[in-house]
């Protein structure tokens, strides 16, 4: 008998870790809602696809996640669940998400100068790793993809003059402006960090890292992040993942840096991806700058980038429409992967059909 | 007395465009490298790292400035690209690694 009321709290412990959905090698499921919610979602994300003029919003891939559970997934043109597909830019949240995990081993703090661990940068002994994650180096750099090309720097980063040493050829730029005062989105920043990363985990470990540190624990079997001549990941743009492995991160993030019993990244890394850059003004970008997450909220209370998703959503953003939702108050995980040439896809739309799908939000 | 104008005119706009070049010319000596390094290399990640079909891949990096040649050696997961009189190669690496330009 005695032995008996011993199980009891052993029993409740398990009875509250079971209340808590995580992936193991698949997703467990959770029913999918119908009705009219869904199929609005649906036939937004999903409108006929047009593949000879690439007009319109070309959803490759939209899965859902609430309560760690998978509750909804549909692929469409060539993607599939098994497909690692290009992030583009949201390579550089998950850069900041290894970030936290070398942050976790005390290997870095936030106000440390990058030439500490970045010697090229030694004509900028002011810059820190934090103007860094809030794109604001000071650095004179121009973002524009297609339509000015000449002029891009993150063109003639990727393909033409800095493509074997893309963080040198960001250190190469002139300031504009001292680090940590001006926001401005930069690539240049980004590959700036994951050059940083090289000294800070130590050469060693580096060409492992992202895998040691944060796909294999969370699960993560399939991840490509390619590399430049130099070694360096290209922390900017090249992350590869499929949907239901972005959605692990997403998970992660969504539970402030927990994964089952382990906290992978400190409370305090998760705070700082999600604290708003105090020196972003409006109009400098669609969505506000935390630390190399984006928010629905700025300093500014006047500032909601998505007024129909709520203001504690965070997401990862990236070129043709790639997108991780975060939603920690509707326990929601969103990826959407995209192939949208025309810029004709709203996140905010998407986030509000969501919500009304899944979190029972009154569509107005 | 108006062809001296227009010949002024002509000058000056000469000169500053001259002058627009000189100042450009690192970006201007690059420009042309940006559609064949560009193809090669988002092609070859389609290909071999997204392991999409071929047809399918050369939709994907279809842009309005044409390529004249197009190599993709499959035994190798090599890509070579020509166009606007430049050619760039880009080469799958491995599982984690994916593609690079060469």
């Known amino acids: ?364 | 007395m108006r062809r001296k104008w227009l010949f002024t005119l002509v000058s000056v706009l000469l000169v500053a465009l001259l002058g627009w070049i000189w100042l450009e010319r690192v970006a201007l000596r690059a420009f042309p490298d940006i559609i064949s390094a560009y193809t090669a290399k988002e092609y070859c990640s389609c290909r071999y790292v997204m392991e999409q079909p071929a047809d399918y891949c050369r939709g994907y990096v279809k842009q309005s400035v044409p390529v004249s040649d197009f190599f993709d050696t499959a035994e190798a997961k090599r890509i070579t690209v020509s166009g606007l009189g430049r050619s760039h190669s880009a080469r799958w690496l491995g599982a984690r690694q994916g593609c690079r330009l060469e």
């Open chain 1, 1 to 364: 008998m005695s032995k008996g009321w011993f199980l009891i709290p052993l029993l409740i412990l398990n009875l509250s870790v079971q209340a808590e959905d995580w992936p193991g090698e698949q997703w467990p499921s959770g029913p999918t809602p119908s009705g009219p919610a869904i199929e609005a979602l649906e036939q937004y994300a999903f409108p006929p696809r047009d593949d000879a003029s690439r007009e319109g919003i070309r959803t490759d891939a939209l899965l859902v996640i609430q309560d760690g559970r998978l509750v909804y997934e549909r692929y469409a043109g060539q993607t599939t669940a098994e497909t690692p597909h290009l992030t583009w830019s949201i390579s550089k949240s998950l850069m900041a998400t290894v970030f936290g995990v070398a942050y976790g081993e005390k290997l870095f703090g936030l106000q440390d100068p990058v030439a500490q661990y970045y010697p090229a940068l030694g004509k900028h002994p002011d810059m820190t790793l934090a103007d860094l994650f809030h794109w604001a180096s000071g650095l004179d750099w121009q973002e524009d993809y297609e339509y000015a090309p000449l002029n891009s720097s993150v063109v003639a980063m990727l393909y033409t003059r800095g493509r074997r040493d893309m963080a040198g050829f960001t250190a190469q730029h002139e300031s504009f402006s001292p680090p940590g005062q001006v926001f401005r989105y930069s690539s240049g920043d980004s590959n700036l960090l994951a050059a940083a990363l090289k000294n800070i985990v130590g050469p060693q470990r580096y060409p492992d890292y992202p895998w040691t540190a944060l796909f294999e624990p969370l699960g993560i079997r399939h991840a490509i992040w390619e590399t430049d001549a130099s070694g360096t990941f290209v922390g900017s743009s090249y992350a590869y993942l499929t949907a239901r492995d972005l959605a692990r991160v997403g998970l992660l993030m969504q539970r402030d840096g927990r994964w089952g019993e382990r906290q992978l990244i400190p409370r305090d890394w998760v705070a700082f991806n999600r604290e708003p850059f105090a020196r972003f003004q409006v109009g400098q970008d669609e969505a506000v700058p935390g630390g190399h997450w984006w928010l629905n909220r700025a300093a500014d209370p006047a500032i909601r980038p998505w007024p129909d998703a709520p203001a504690d959503t965070f997401v990862a953003l990236g070129h043709w429409g790639q997108a991780l939702y975060i939603i920690p108050s509707a326990r929601l995980v969103i990826v959407r992967y995209g192939d949208d040439r025309d810029g004709s896809y709203r996140h905010n739309e998407l986030l509000k059909r969501s919500m009304a799908a899944f979190a029972g939000a009154v569509q107005p």
